[in-house]
């Protein structure tokens, strides 16, 4: 056997298992994981214009509800955009361009493989904040189980973040026990309350209108802040309390002594901690789950003791006033590069509130230790966006009969001020040429279909192909209640598409809740076939059995499961969209389907196994972090005959890829020494370990605990995983790690 080392070390200050800053496995998983998904998929950004200006921000990921923080992430002395989307549960990266006073970015998905590895499924909100005094932001993230886990930066000077695991839970003595400090589904503010050099933490308890104030003794027992010694020192700071009948706060409370506050149930709110008159006390902005306004409070207490002793609760009510339905939450980030922090604010729940019109600016236009806020935009980074509310849904057709790709996005909905759950159709015109595409939206209501198809017609999903065999394309739209829209073409071969409304609710197929169809020839026969994902994971196939110049497909699926798909995670929804192609260098078919998951899993041998199991050849992330509920589809867009990934996401955002290998096959034959694969898997995971001996693999959990030894053969074989739970895991062979994610 070959010797395989394991470079992991224990944390004696707080017992979790973290890596050596040197470690080699530590940096293999990351930066390992970053350089091959960014070496096989590069994001594209052709121009797209909008009213005649040309978006700077065109073709990326929307922004629902998310959760901002500062970082420079490519260490050019220029402060990044580090954002959690709670839509979707991904990370966005934004690097900031030098152009102080101004609002300049360019998104840089590629910098989200450097922080810790997806999926986020159970995290509620992540933040980034220096608690390690040495200049370099560590990565906080709150749970649904209430807990707060943080990574620490371990980067060096001129090299992209590089984190490890501190602690799953943070701490804190209460007064009769030590449990880990609880933030329900609260956004908690983390600062420096007693100006004793270490962070502190706000929050408001599970059971309280109060907040709690959890005070950090590191430095006072420790000489050094890069740890963590947390008790709660009170639990009524500030002597207020929230209000149930609105979302004033009640001052001067009283507190019925130390550690005793007002018992009541407390249902969510957001802090955010700043001295805004720089007096040395912490002054606080509350955003409440069942109001639209920030509720600003001014300490006029101690750093010891705070006092809050006046309240603004339409914040800032000296300009124009927050109003971000629902739910706010407000971040203090330097957003124009003028070394002056701004506010942000934006609505801080999942899938909930606008999104449009959501996310508002105000600069400060007085200094950074005593900032006047001032309202500048409710639409920061979006109008320079292609966004479209939630759930965007790609489709390709020749509109316009230029020869050239054309895209047609559908959405799940729109919110905003002025309208509300609006399921759309956008319409953007290639408007360059063969080899330079350069997209115009043209139409924000394409088609008209909420007049066609209802007001209450949502998640609209579209989908193109030849249905009548009649040399023209036509256009089928799924939607949110299972059910397919037909839209033939009228204009003939050679001219622009004329869609008219021939079929509603066709056939009365449905398939449960979100249809998301693809037209495409399964059978072989000439004539394009209905293959349909929805929202419990799995596929159906419909057989085009119509007639030469006609279509007609059954009421109910001639397969269901079709290939025995299904990705579904577990529980209890997995929103498959498929993508069926053949392979242009094996000529066989291929089934590519996206999940809710974010990841594409990708299945082969179908010719002549229609009926039967499809086999999973791998499950891959395209391009970027996986996000939640990604669609692609494939298209040539550039005419080098190689297709592009187009991938809507919930976020409302779309993203165009180009991959440097046409096959996953070609993907995985690249990948150094080892291939794992599917890699998420269930039971059995396929293994080829490239080295001429054999050698002994360490499993490792992803808090760094031993699970156990295998053996690994040169070659190929089959590792049996069915003992250990679903889960991220690590992999080290002869000092290299390879994240595993098992379901």
Not at 533 to 546: A, H, R, V, W
Request: some cysteine; aromatic content about 12%; hydrophobic content about 35%.
């Amino acid at each position: 056997m070959g010797k395989c080392r394991s470079v992991w070390n224990s944390n004696p200050l707080n017992n979790t298992v973290t890596l050596s800053m040197r470690s080699l496995l530590f940096t293999s998983i990351f930066l390992f994981s970053c350089n091959y998904i960014f070496s096989q998929y590069t994001l594209i950004q052709p121009p797209l214009i909008f009213q005649g200006d040309t978006l700077d921000l065109g073709f990326s990921a929307g922004l629902n509800n998310p959760v901002f923080s500062a970082i420079d992430l490519n260490s050019d002395g220029i402060q990044d955009l580090f954002i959690y989307e709670k839509s979707g549960k991904h990370i966005l990266t934004f690097l900031g361009i030098a152009s102080p006073g101004q609002i300049k970015y360019k998104y840089a998905p590629e910098y989200a493989a450097y922080f810790p590895p997806f999926p986020y499924t159970g995290i509620n909100w992540m933040l980034l904040k220096d608690f390690t005094c040495d200049g370099k932001p560590d990565l906080f993230a709150g749970t649904t189980t209430g807990k707060i886990k943080v990574w620490k930066n371990i980067s060096t000077m001129g090299s992209p973040p590089v984190f490890s695991l501190y602690t799953n839970d943070i701490k804190t003595r209460y007064p009769f026990f030590t449990s880990f400090a609880y933030t329900t589904t609260d956004l908690p503010a983390f600062t420096d309350v007693d100006k004793d050099g270490d962070l502190d933490i706000l929050t408001f308890a599970g059971t309280s209108t109060t907040v709690e104030y959890h005070r950090n003794y590191a430095l006072e027992i420790y000489s050094r802040c890069d740890t963590f010694d947390f008790v709660l020192e009170d639990d009524c700071w500030g002597f207020f309390s929230e209000n149930s009948l609105n979302n004033q706060v009640t001052l001067n409370i009283s507190c019925k002594g130390r550690n005793g506050g007002n018992k009541t149930l407390h249902s969510g709110s957001t802090l955010l901690a700043l001295d805004i008159d720089s007096n040395l006390t912490e002054d606080v902005m509350i955003g409440d789950i069942s109001y639209n306004e920030l509720v600003f409070l001014t300490n006029g207490g101690t750093p010891q003791t705070a006092m809050m002793i006046s309240q603004d609760v339409t914040f800032p009510s000296y300009d124009v006033p927050a109003e971000v339905p629902v739910y706010p939450a407000a971040f203090f980030v330097d957003v124009n590069q003028d070394q002056k922090r701004d506010l942000l604010v934006s609505p801080f729940p999942e899938n909930a509130g606008w999104n449009e019109g959501n996310i508002w600016w105000y600069e400060n236009i007085q200094t950074d230790a005593k900032p006047i806020f001032a309202f500048r935009s409710d639409s920061f980074l979006i109008k320079e966006m292609l966004e479209m509310g939630m759930d965007v849904n790609p489709a390709v057709a020749d509109v316009n009969a230029d020869g050239l790709p054309d895209l047609i996005l559908g959405n799940y909905l729109l919110k905003g001020k002025n309208h509300s759950d609006e399921s759309r159709l956008y319409l953007l015109l290639n408007s360059g040429t063969i080899t330079q595409p350069s997209f115009t939206l043209i139409d924000t209501q394409y088609l008209n279909i909420s007049s066609q198809l209802g007001n209450t017609f949502s998640g609209a999903h579209p989908a193109t192909g030849d249905l009548e065999g009649d040399g023209d394309v036509d256009l089928v739209i799924g939607n949110l209640e299972g059910k397919i829209q037909v839209f033939t073409n009228t204009a003939g071969p050679g001219n622009p598409v004329n869609w008219v409304l021939t079929g509603i609710n066709y056939q009365n197929i449905d398939v449960g809740n979100f249809s998301a169809p693809q037209l495409v020839d399964i059978s072989g026969d000439g004539k394009v076939d209905l293959l349909v994902g929805k929202e419990n994971g799995t596929l159906s196939y419909f057989q085009n059995i119509g007639g030469p110049g006609n279509y007609l497909f059954s009421t109910t699926p001639d397969i269901n499961p079709f290939g025995q798909v299904d990705v579904q995670p577990g529980c209890c929804t997995g929103y498959s969209v498929p993508w069926y192609f053949t392979n242009p260098q094996t000529l066989l078919p291929e089934l590519w389907v996206s999940s809710e998951a974010g990841y594409i899993f990708q299945y082969d041998q179908i010719a002549g196994n229609l009926t039967g199991n499809f086999h999973l050849k791998d499950s891959i992330i395209p391009g970027v972090f996986p996000r939640g509920r990604i669609r692609l589809i494939q298209a040539d867009i550039d005419g080098d005959t190689i297709p592009e990934y187009i991938c809507g996401n919930v976020g409302g955002g779309l993203e165009i890829y180009k991959s440097s290998a046409t096959l996953s096959q070609q993907t995985l034959a690249e990948i150094p020494v080892l291939q794992l694969f599917p890699n998420p898997f269930t039971d059995e995971l396929n293994l080829f370990w490239g080295g001429k001996q054999s050698c002994k693999g360490n499993l490792f959990d992803f808090q760094g605990k031993k699970i156990g030894a295998i053996n690994i053969s040169s070659g190929y074989q089959s590792l049996n995983l069915d003992y250990i739970p679903a889960g991220i895991y690590l992999l080290e062979i002869q000092g290299s790690g390879y994240k595993l994610i098992k379901y």
